[in-house]
């Protein structure tokens, strides 16, 4: 199976901040890279699917890049609404896996 | 816009069957691959499986002795079946849609916590 690494597990952000989160995958998988945002009691949300096209609906502040094993989510300008758990996921092969998770909380 | 809704008992005993339905709703369920999914705080977000409408399957390999999905268009719903459980399949199960076998779960139920419990 394709490992999926992400960093860090959390971070503490304040309204307006940048926030970068790191995934990386223990195998290329080249772009085959999708980001989901899961709020408590909710079921995960994608955002970011192809590792840097934005899924329909989706606020632009958030992107995504890299391409082979490296990724990355930034979101610009973090909003309330933006403190989540998120998460990246790979659909190059089969099992498709998941990384363990960002928490971006509240400062 | 479809609509995705588990279904099934939330408590389980162990060496049981763990058995779930999903309801899709406001779409057919032909024409995409349906999944399931669960999270735990052990195990993180784990794909299970996926059925395509047509009833071909895909597993997760370290599940593939246990598990069993299947369809029933006529209903649109389809269910998973996980034989032999212990308390380490305790979690919410998520049911999904994606529209090809990348994956891309752009539609989710809401999820239904299942205990393994004696």
């Known amino acids: 199976d394709i490992q999926m690494t992400q960093s860090p597990s959390s971070v503490s952000a304040s309204v307006g901040d940048r926030v970068t989160i790191t995934c990386r995958a223990s195998?290329?998988?080249?772009?085959?890279l999708a980001w989901y945002q899961q709020k408590p009691g909710k079921a995960p949300n994608l955002l970011i699917y192809s590792a840097s096209s934005l899924q329909s609906g989706v606020p632009s502040r958030f992107s995504g890049s890299g391409s082979g094993t490296a990724f990355t989510l930034t979101i610009i300008s973090l909003q309330p609404e933006d403190f989540a758990t998120y998460y990246c996921q790979q659909g190059k092969s089969f099992p498709s896996t998941f990384g363990g998770g960002t928490k971006v909380e509240i400062k | 816009q479809v609509q995705l809704q588990e279904s099934g008992p939330g408590l389980v005993k162990p060496s049981e069957t763990l058995s779930l339905t999903c309801t899709v709703s406001?779409?057919?369920?032909?024409?995409?691959?349906w999944s399931w999914i669960r999270q735990s705080p052990g195990r993180g977000l784990e794909w299970i499986g996926y059925?395509?409408?047509?009833?071909?399957?895909n597993y997760n390999p370290s599940l593939r002795s246990r598990v069993t999905v299947s369809v029933e268009t006529s209903k649109n719903q389809f269910s998973l079946n996980l034989t032999s459980v212990t308390t380490a399949d305790t979690a919410v199960y998520y049911c999904?849609?994606?529209?090809?076998?990348?994956?891309?779960?752009?539609?989710w139920g809401q999820g239904i916590l299942v205990t393994v419990s004696s």
């Open positions: 195998q290329g998988i080249s772009s085959w």
């Open positions: 999904a849609r994606s529209h090809s076998t990348t994956l891309l779960f752009v539609s």
């Open positions: 059925i395509f409408y047509s009833g071909s399957t």
């Open positions: 406001g779409g057919s369920i032909s024409g995409y691959y």
